[in-house]
């Protein structure tokens, strides 16, 4: 089993970044698919989910990340939009089923 992300980097604040994550060894498509992320010194917190047509995010996000899926490719994206400072972490995709596997994390870092 793989989950594997990638996307992650340094961009100036008002920027933008899209983060990936590719599966393998797993019917990726019944599972419940989450972006979270962890802060220095902060809780890992969920930022957004998909399954079953559905969307849910974290109020900090709403309206500026966007998560969506490619259940024929196994891919699990996160569009981030108006980035700002706060929005630096590591950030994690993680699936959720009959099993729980998560990424290995890809640093998101919003700076001037």
């Known amino acids: 089993v793989q989950f594997v992300e990638s996307g992650g980097g340094l961009v100036q604040p008002g920027g933008s970044l899209r983060l990936s994550c590719v599966a393998s060894?797993?019917?990726?498509?019944?599972?419940?698919l989450s972006w979270f992320r962890q802060a220095p010194g902060k809780e890992r917190e969920r930022v957004a989910n998909?399954?079953?047509?559905?969307?849910h995010y974290a109020p900090s996000v709403e309206g500026r990340f966007t998560i969506s899926r490619d259940n024929g490719n196994n891919m699990l994206y996160l569009q981030m939009n108006s980035l700002q400072p706060d929005d630096t972490a590591v950030y994690y995709c993680m699936a959720d089923g009959l099993y729980q596997f998560w990424g290995q994390g890809t640093q998101v870092t919003v700076s001037s």
């Open positions: 998909i399954f079953a047509g559905s969307t």
């Open positions: 060894g797993f019917t990726f498509s019944s599972y419940s």
